[in-house]
């Protein structure tokens, strides 16, 4: 009740093009989920986030698109440049701490 | 600059022996987090607290402890029971206490490796 699946594991895009990543929940009371970005050696930092009241959020090139009753999220990062390469990290809560998924290695090459 | 510190960077244990990571916060944060990262593993929670001198166990708790004294600092001590400790750990804190969106924020993230 309190996975979190990500797919894919890894996904290399060529520059310009768009990134897509998924996850997906089981626990129904999950009521906000956040993206994170990680770069090598540093902490996951915030991206985006979204609550399941609206199906989709877009800031700048990154765009959650949320589908409630298929209980799936996926991550969309357009124009894909190299500095985006980085591992992406979804995660869920719902009057609990976050739970993540396993993290997805993107690597943008010109 | 408001944030969350962890120290060392780096730490080093060896065989039989306690360490004791770092992390402030100077966010107000009522809740704290530490998670560990293991490659492929995604971030497993360890242990958390949602207000002073309370902690709850998370996923991995074992051969780990905590105290939260003050709710700036958050240390966590990796005892001698916790057989494979190498990892890197993420401490995080949040402003939310669970009851609702859970923002969280993490910490540069302290690298232990076993001599």
């Known amino acids: 009740q309190q996975q979190v699946k990500q797919s894919p594991q890894s996904l290399i895009v060529q520059k310009g093009g768009i990134s897509i990543i998924n996850c997906a929940y089981e626990?129904?009371?999950?009521?906000?989920f956040p993206w994170y970005q990680q770069f090598p050696g540093k902490g996951p930092a915030l991206l985006i986030a979204?609550?399941?009241?609206?199906s989709e959020k877009k800031e700048g090139r990154f765009t959650i698109s949320f589908n409630k009753s298929a209980k799936q999220f996926s991550l969309h990062i357009m124009d894909s440049q190299p500095g985006d390469s980085a591992t992406y990290f979804c995660?869920?809560?719902?009057?609990?701490?976050?739970?993540f998924g396993k993290g997805t290695r993107l690597s943008v090459i010109a | 600059d408001g944030g969350i510190t962890q120290s060392p960077k780096y730490l080093f244990r060896k065989e039989g022996q306690n360490v004791t990571l770092s992390c402030e916060q100077n966010?107000?944060?009522?809740?704290m987090y530490w998670y560990r990262q293991d490659p492929g593993q995604g971030l497993r929670l360890i242990y958390y607290?949602?207000?002073?001198?309370?902690?709850q166990k998370g996923d991995i708790a074992e051969g780990y402890s905590v105290s939260r004294e003050k709710k700036e600092s958050f240390p966590l001590t990796v005892t001698s029971a916790q057989k494979n400790p190498t990892a890197f750990y993420l401490c995080?804190?949040?402003?939310?206490?669970?009851?609702?969106?859970?923002?969280?924020?993490f910490g540069p993230g302290t690298r232990l490796l076993v001599l």
């Open positions: 966010l107000n944060h009522d809740a």
């Open positions: 995080a804190s949040s402003l939310d206490r669970g009851q609702g969106v859970e923002t969280q924020y």
């Open positions: 607290s949602q207000i002073v001198n309370d902690f």
């Open positions: 979204i609550r399941p009241d609206v």
């Open positions: 995660a869920a809560s719902g009057n609990t701490p976050l739970v």
């Open positions: 626990n129904t009371a999950f009521d906000y």
